[in-house]
């Protein structure tokens, strides 16, 4: 084990810092949720430590008013479409970068970095201006689309280095025994290729249910994933009671803290970049 | 001939990329040469470059540039920064590692509307921590911590740092262990070992954490809203954006801020991708792999 990284018991000043700041990080998170699960569950909160009297009845109004029931539905839709086609467009891509290396590589390379690194509302505002233009604005088509912008990059770039890493020669000693490419791929690569892309599919859920910008300037109504829907409640405060907003925001929150869960349980997060090594 | 091509790494394989390829040139490349060819006919403002110089000489739109670069660069600076201690100190193994990171990592779940709803009721005038600050009589009125600048700065540090704490740890854990105890061997205290061994290794990969938050906090728009002064000190680019969109139903002037937009962000990952080049680049793995 490591014995020479032990750090002295005395700690410094900067590691009183450091772990400070974990601290007060973590209690404001805990208060800020804690404020917002709070109002969602009270009756009347005026000027009071805490509301008057409990009730959970504001979930059921949330519900009701937002119509979250198909909200929820249109959510799935988009999320589920994002995923299985940015998995299917991304990853054979992917394959072909990792094994060729061909002139013009780097240029391909970046055209799939692009849309990652610039923000959303810049390729998203002439986006929508175009799928108004082919009538397919306001569409779930539209929303799906425009969410795919950023992921089928995100898939390329997670999966390249995962299938980098798969030993070349399993293709090569298959290949020799006969198998076509399409067996290869089939009964070969593809049970080696199920973790990552169960990894970057999940990553690619839990981005696109919480991706605001690109919903919001591509959906109509009707085709309002939960996020915008959340959004345009908050936006205009007073139409609705504020409890039933927090509610909604608890139920996206749990949402979303479901899919993280199951994300981390595939995705070692401190893996994504490069290979721990914590037993050497 | 195919074999040939082949040498160069050109055969059926790279059909694969196709669908990828042309995915990109028609959902992104299109729609992007689309808006920059339309922000170059103005419907409102005359000539070409109608829509580019009404930005430049407005300061309503114009000062929105430094409005979204005062919020993006402050906060993934400190993102960045708070990073590093925390993260060099978790990245041997420990009991509860797991749940630390998880929780770190909770306040992406959260959502900007239950950050920005947590807030304002946290950190409002009758708020949690005004009432205990007036109570413990820290303050005579309440302090306006949100609506404001702090409150916009506030939310992109709760957004941000999880994700820059844990592309810090990844990096962190890339780099091997031996290096340090090597070091340590010949004699380098904890201090020299940071600076001299680790910090020099992880700085590309800080490099590219910084350029990734700060890609998040320049985009930054419904908090600027919703926790911030979205008509003054928190007119972000993302907000004059969306309002000639969808207020104005001008495309053109709206495509030629998204340009801008793309063009200020794209400069700075350029700047610090340039500085990046400088830095010591190559295996920080130990010498046998």
């Known amino acids: ?280 | 001939m195919r074999r040939r091509l082949a040498a160069h790494g050109i055969d059926r394989a790279l059909l694969l990329l196709l669908p990828a390829v042309a995915f990109v040139a028609v959902i992104f490349l299109y729609p992007f040469l689309y808006g920059l060819v339309l922000s170059f006919k103005p419907e409102r403002y005359v000539g070409a470059f109608g829509n580019y110089q009404q930005f430049f000489a407005d300061p309503f739109l114009r000062d929105t540039i430094a409005i979204t670069l005062g919020l993006a660069v402050p906060a993934a600076l400190f993102n960045v920064i708070a990073s590093v201690p925390i993260a060099y100190r978790m990245r041997g193994a420990f009991r509860g590692k797991r749940l630390l990171i998880g929780m770190l990592v909770m306040p992406v779940t959260l959502g900007t509307v239950l950050i920005a709803k947590g807030l304002l009721t946290l950190l409002g005038a009758r708020g949690w921590v005004n009432r205990a600050l007036l109570d413990l009589g820290l303050v005579e009125d309440p302090v306006r911590f949100v609506n404001n600048y702090w409150g916009v700065l506030l939310t992109l540090v709760i957004t941000g740092f999880p994700f820059a704490f844990l592309l810090t740890l990844s990096y962190l854990g890339g780099i091997d262990p031996m290096l340090e105890r090597a070091a340590a061997t010949l004699g380098a205290g904890p201090r020299q070992r940071f600076w001299r061994i680790t910090f020099p290794l992880l700085l590309p990969g800080l490099a590219i954490t910084f350029i990734l938050t700060f890609v998040l906090a320049f985009a930054v728009f419904p908090s600027a809203v919703l926790v911030g002064e979205p008509a003054g000190e928190t007119r972000v680019i993302s907000i004059v954006a969306y309002r000639a969109a969808y207020e104005q139903f001008d495309a053109s002037m709206a495509s030629a801020i998204a340009m801008i937009m793309g063009a200020v962000q794209l400069a700075v990952v350029v700047i610090v991708l340039g500085v990046r080049g400088r830095l010591y680049r190559g295996p920080s793995g130990g010498g046998k792999g």
């Open chain 1, 1 to 280: 084990m490591t014995v020479v990284a032990r750090r002295p018991v005395a700690a410094s000043p900067l590691a009183w810092l450091a772990w400070g700041f974990v601290g007060f990080f973590l209690v404001f998170m805990l208060a800020l949720v804690a404020a917002v699960l709070v109002n969602s569950l009270g009756t009347r909160w005026l000027d009071h430590w805490l509301p008057d009297g409990y009730t959970t009845h504001w979930y059921g109004d949330a519900w009701r008013e937002f119509g979250l029931t198909s909200v929820m539905l249109v959510t799935i839709e988009i999320a589920a479409a994002v995923v299985a086609l940015s998995l299917l467009i991304g990853v054979p891509a992917s394959y072909a970068l990792a094994r060729r290396s061909f002139p013009g590589r780097g240029l391909v390379m970046l055209a799939f970095l692009i849309p990652l690194l610039l923000p959303p509302v810049t390729y998203g505002i002439p986006l929508a201006t175009v799928l108004l233009r082919h009538e397919l604005g306001g569409t779930l088509t539209g929303v799906i689309l425009a969410n795919l912008v950023p992921s089928v990059p995100f898939v390329i770039l997670t999966m390249t280095p995962f299938i980098e890493q798969i030993d070349p020669r399993i293709e090569a000693a298959a290949r020799t025994l006969g198998a076509g490419t399409a067996t290869i791929f089939v009964r070969v690569l593809g049970p080696l290729l199920v973790p990552g892309m169960l990894a970057a599919g999940l990553l690619v859920l839990v981005r696109t249910v919480g991706m605001f910008e690109l919903s919001f300037f591509t959906a109509g109504p009707g085709t309002q994933p939960l996020v915008v829907v959340l959004y345009y409640a908050a936006f205009a405060p007073g139409v609705r009671a504020s409890q039933s907003i927090d509610a909604m925001a608890v139920i996206y929150m749990g949402l979303m803290l479901m899919l993280l869960v199951a994300a981390l349980s595939f995705v070692n997060p401190t893996n994504l970049v490069a290979r721990l090594r914590e037993n050497t």
